[in-house]
Structures are given as structure tokens and as C-alpha cells.
């Protein structure tokens, strides 16, 4: 399978506690998006990477959130001291320049 | 300031008929608009796109419409089939960087 893997695909954790996803896109795909959903909205743009290089970060992304992709491949999402409104569903999609996104099955974060 | 409307929450479709997914944007700074699928537990699936110098575009029983002066697109699927029940997001791509901004979807029932 060469689509967008996400792990892990669920998360539960106590209110306070840090959390890192992981995304690996699809091979040679040089933009890598991190959306969040939450129930009865459509995916809400959080960050870019075009390769290594962050680009662009929403107002959504506190300073409790940290994403990076080291080498262009993979990238990584840090949620530290979880909250309430956290929890969601995180999404990981990744493209070629101009082309549509193509998105992962998303990690589901439950804040207890 | 929702950018991107969906103003269906939900449609239900006989089996064979047509339906008709609207969705309205607000902003003329879009190069391409597109469409996701997607279905419980998995993340959204690119369905269909039409870039901004057109007006329709069609891939078998997909088809696009783009009323740029209305700020209005729709999707037509004929003829509906039962797999194609799911939640179909309309969504807009910023220009200068891929940034892709969602709908609230609409979820779409075929009825049997």
C-alpha cells in the first residue's frame, strides 16, 4: 500500500499529558498538510511542509503544538499538555506540487 | 468567516436518480476547486476537480459545475448508487500554495 500512513490510529490520554503522531506521506510527495476535524466540521488547516521546510502555520496551532519533518519524508505532530479541546480527529495528507492532496485515515485523539 | 458553504447538512437520494451536492465560497483568490469523499473511519478521498478557467468538468458519473460570477459549484452523480452514501466535502485551493480550505460537508444518503 503506497497512500499516506498515519500512526497511531487512535489515542487516548489524560488531560495534561503529551502526545506525538506520526505521518508518513506518499513516496516523493513534496507538500506534507496537517489538518485537524472535529464533529460535524470539515478538515481545518493547521500546517504545511514543502519538503523539510514548514511553510505556513494556522492560528489553530497553539504554542503547545509542534510539527516538524527532519529529513522530507516523515513528519511528526506534538501535542504537549494536552487539553480538553484537543481531541479530534488529525489528519495528515501530503501532495506533489499543484495536485490534489491525498489524506490519510487521520489519528482519533480522546482527552480524558 | 466561513469561506467555503455547504448549506446541506444532509440529502437523501433514490437509488438511480440524480443528486445534486451545492456548495458556495466567498473569496475569487481560487484556482481549483475540488470535492472529497469520505467515509466513516477513513480519511477523505479526492473525487473530482475543475480548475477556475473552466466550467465542468466530468469523470464518468461525476460531474462538476463552476459558476464563477455566482461564486457556486455543484456535484452531480448519475446515476446514485448505494456506495456512493458517504460525506462529500466541497473545497477550495488557494493560489499561491496549495492550501486547501473545507466545507462543513454534506452527507448524502442513497436509498435503496
Known amino acids: 500500500d503506497t497512500g499516506v500512513s498515519q500512526d497511531p490510529r487512535h489515542k487516548i490520554t489524560k488531560r495534561g499529558q503529551n502526545v506525538t503522531f506520526r505521518c508518513d506521506p506518499i513516496?516523493?510527495?513534496?507538500?506534507l498538510y496537517w489538518y485537524r476535524q472535529t464533529l460535524g466540521q470539515g478538515p481545518e488547516f493547521l500546517t504545511y511542509?514543502?519538503?523539510?521546510?514548514?511553510?505556513?502555520k494556522s492560528r489553530l496551532l497553539s504554542d503547545r503544538f509542534s510539527a516538524e519533518r527532519p529529513k522530507g519524508s516523515f513528519s511528526t505532530l506534538e501535542i504537549q499538555r494536552t487539553e480538553q479541546g484537543d481531541s479530534a480527529m488529525y489528519l495528515c495528507?501530503?501532495?506533489?506540487?499543484?495536485?490534489?492532496?491525498?489524506f490519510g485515515d487521520g489519528t482519533r485523539l480522546s482527552i480524558l | 468567516d466561513q469561506q467555503v458553504k455547504q448549506n446541506s447538512p444532509s440529502l437523501s437520494v433514490q437509488e438511480g436518480r440524480i443528486s445534486i451536492l451545492n456548495c458556495d465560497y466567498t473569496?475569487?483568490?481560487?484556482?481549483?476547486f475540488l470535492w472529497y469523499k469520505k467515509y466513516p473511519a477513513e480519511g477523505p478521498t479526492f473525487l473530482i476537480s475543475?480548475?477556475?478557467?473552466?466550467d465542468k468538468n466530468e469523470d464518468g458519473r461525476f460531474t462538476v459545475f463552476l459558476n464563477k460570477s455566482a461564486k457556486h459549484l455543484s456535484l452531480h452523480i448519475v446515476p446514485s448508487q448505494p456506495g456512493d452514501s458517504a460525506v462529500y466535502f466541497c473545497?477550495?485551493?488557494?493560489?499561491?500554495?496549495?492550501?486547501?480550505?473545507f466545507g462543513k460537508g454534506t452527507r448524502l444518503h442513497i436509498l435503496p
Open positions: 475543475i480548475s477556475s478557467i473552466k
Open positions: 513516496s516523493e510527495h513534496n507538500r
Open positions: 511542509f514543502q519538503n523539510e521546510a514548514q511553510l505556513e
Open positions: 473569496n475569487s483568490m481560487f484556482d481549483y
Open positions: 495528507a501530503s501532495s506533489p506540487d499543484g495536485q490534489p492532496q491525498h
Open positions: 473545497a477550495v485551493r488557494r493560489v499561491w500554495d496549495d492550501k486547501i480550505i
